[in-house]
């Protein structure tokens, strides 16, 4: 078998340096909570692909579904050719979205197209220009996604010219907001939006329930439906960016359940699909409905071996109880890393989507140097952990929501040993 090293000489020749990878591994099988490499090197994993194998690598629900797709066809484009598990998909997003209006779906290829789709569709159905945005935001690597998203090292640095009409506002940030609670935070954002946009110039308002790629930030309670109603209000649709947070992977269907939000769009991906590279877009009847026909798709959206496989997974999460499978991992999170050690100045996020914010002990700068090295000490010890935040100084933890009590409790043995070093 091909070594690691042997890949990655290949890889140099081949690749494009400005792909990047967190290991230098390269995997032979993975499935439950390891990942096993072609050297034969097992690795705990708390990263789930960046919270896309929720119900585990090669689960065996979507591993039969997308068989049994295969052998009968792999595409027709459901543009040209429609098929019942686009449908299925569809009405499953209706189903586990929150909300108790009536609503529909259509189905991407990733969470960069939700994103555009969800803007394209508030856009045309308000007729109106402006997108407004939060500190510390992720929402893509497209042109129009990379303008919505707020940090420019490594995703927007010398792409730009960026697309226009979008508007950044202040975040909830608990720990960096000096006191503030979630009616306060909510008041300044607004204070931002209606001074420097107007909320009749307002399309939309975007916002992560739980910042992903911005640190796992979690708002005070209270901000999100302030700005939810502050939507509403003014006529503007209020979209959640799900992608990283949906599909059980908070100890909810969607994060949004957590504050009893009932977003008029709700974008998802990642974890949806079990591995392999679907999307979509749910949210109010009316606002689906108001582009015109052709407005929206795309040649591969809702690829029928991709819906089969969206369509296992919910019904494994369904089957395993995978929400309270996610609080359950969380809490042994959280318990395992409080009072780890003062440089460590907050636990934070929701079922298994936690983080750990490091700081200089004493105070709130943060430590990207420190967050680094205890990243690359879990690595070199054989766990995968991701880091993340504007400032890097957190670690993220996304580990599959199927993981074993017994790789988790070694993968937090690990983690624990490396932030002591």
Same mark, same amino acid.
Not at 122 to 133: I, S
Not at 240 to 267: M, N, V
Not at 332 to 358: H, S
């Given at each position: ?34 990942? %096993? ?17 929720? !119900?585990?690598?090669?689960? @065996? ?14 595409? =027709? *484009? ?8 686009? !449908?299925? !998909? *569809? ?5 586990? =979205? ?27 159905? %308000? ?16 042109? &129009? =996604?990379?303008?919505? %998203? ?74 999100? @439906? ?10 503007? !649709? ?28 709700? =974008? ?35 690829? @029928? ?5 969206? &369509? ?27 009072? %780890? ?16 914010? &490091? ?18 000490? *879990? ?8 880091? *993340? ?33």
């Amino acid at each position: 078998m091909t070594s690691s090293e042997e890949l990655h000489k290949r890889r140099l020749a081949a690749v494009a340096q400005g792909v990047g990878s967190v290991v230098p591994a390269y995997v032979d099988h993975a499935g439950g909570g390891t990942i %096993t490499d072609v050297d034969g090197r097992e690795w705990i994993d708390f990263a789930s692909g960046i919270a896309v194998t929720n !119900v585990g690598n090669a689960a @065996p629900r979507v591993v039969e579904a997308v068989r049994a797709q295969v052998e009968r066809f792999t595409h =027709t *484009c459901f543009m040209v050719a429609p098929y019942e598990s686009y !449908v299925a !998909v *569809c009405e499953e997003l209706i189903t586990l =979205t929150p909300g108790t209006f009536e609503k529909r779906a259509a189905l991407f290829n990733s969470g960069a197209e939700a994103v555009e789709n969800a803007v394209k569709i508030a856009r045309h159905a %308000t007729g109106r220009p402006a997108v407004v945005v939060f500190d510390h935001a992720y929402h893509g690597r497209t042109n &129009l =996604t990379m303008a919505l %998203t707020a940090k420019n090292m490594p995703y927007k640095h010398r792409f730009g010219p960026f697309a226009p009409e979008v508007y950044r506002a202040p975040m909830s940030y608990p720990l960096r907001d000096g006191g503030l609670d979630g009616a306060e935070a909510a008041r300044r954002a607004i204070d931002v939006i209606e001074k420097q946009v107007g909320g009749s110039n307002v399309a939309a308002v975007l916002i992560e329930p739980i910042q992903g790629e911005g640190g796992f930030v979690v708002p005070a309670p209270g901000f999100l @439906p302030a700005i939810a109603a502050w939507a509403k209000a003014n006529g503007a !649709v209020f979209i959640a960016d799900e992608i990283q947070t949906g599909f059980a992977r908070t100890g909810q269907w969607f994060a949004s359940e957590h504050e009893r939000l009932e977003p008029d769009l709700i =974008t998802t991906a990642k974890g949806m699909g079990g591995g392999l590279p679907i999307a979509g877009v749910a949210g109010r009847a009316d606002l689906m409905d108001a582009v015109h026909a052709g407005g929206l798709g795309g040649t591969y959206g809702g690829n @029928p071996v991709a819906c089969a496989a969206a &369509l296992a997974a919910i019904e494994t999460m369904r089957e395993l109880d995978l929400n309270a499978a996610a609080q359950r991992i969380g809490a042994t999170l959280k318990a395992a890393l409080a009072d %780890t050690d003062p440089g460590v100045a907050e636990v934070r996020g929701r079922g298994a989507m936690i983080a750990v914010e &490091l700081v200089i002990p004493g105070t709130i700068e943060p430590d990207p140097t420190r967050t680094a090295a205890v990243s690359k000490a *879990c690595h070199d010890a054989g766990l995968l952990t991701l880091t *993340c935040g504007t400032y890097g100084n957190v670690l993220r933890f996304l580990p599959p929501l199927v993981i074993p009590d017994e790789d988790l409790n070694r993968g937090i043995d690990i983690l624990r040993r490396a932030l002591l070093t």
